[in-house]
Structure formats: C-alpha cells, structure tokens
C-alpha cells in the first residue's frame, strides 16, 4: 500500500483497495458537492461503457491505431469525469 488506501499492480496502475475505483471524495469535490450530479456522470458513464470496449476492441481487431487512439482519449475523458484514475 502506499499510504492512501491503494496498491500497485503488475503493471504499475494504482489498485484502489476494495475495488472501487472511483475516487468519490474527489468527485465530490469536483462537482461542488452535488450528488445528483454525480450519479449521473456515473450513471452515463456505466451505460456507455459496453458500447466503448467494443468499440475498443473492434479497432484492435482491424488494427486501426487512429481509432483505438481516438476511443480511448473519448475513454480517458470519461473516467477523469468520474475520477475513476485506475481506468485513466
């Protein structure tokens, strides 16, 4: 652990422990306190991701790089907006 509640894994991305990955103090922070805001986010983020892994793995598929780069900038993004840093 180091200190803040996370570990590191195989390869280097932080773990947070217990499995959540969502940083919802920051979040909260983020978005002035607003729950109802931030359920949301969570909530669209949740709903679209299935269609951005396939989306993911049909560019690695067709080995199309400006796709994948362009899919998880879009990915990326997202979890910030949810301060999801272990998928950032």
Known sequence: MNGQGSVKNAVNTPVVA????????KAMENLGGDRELFDEV???FVQTLPQVLKDVELAIKSQDA???RLVAHGL?????????EPAR
């Open 76 to 84: 990326k993004g997202s979890a910030a907006n949810v301060c999801a």
């Open 66 to 68: 400006a796709k994948l």
């Open 18 to 25: 217990g499995g959540c990955p969502v940083d919802l103090a």
């Open 42 to 44: 969570l909530g669209l």
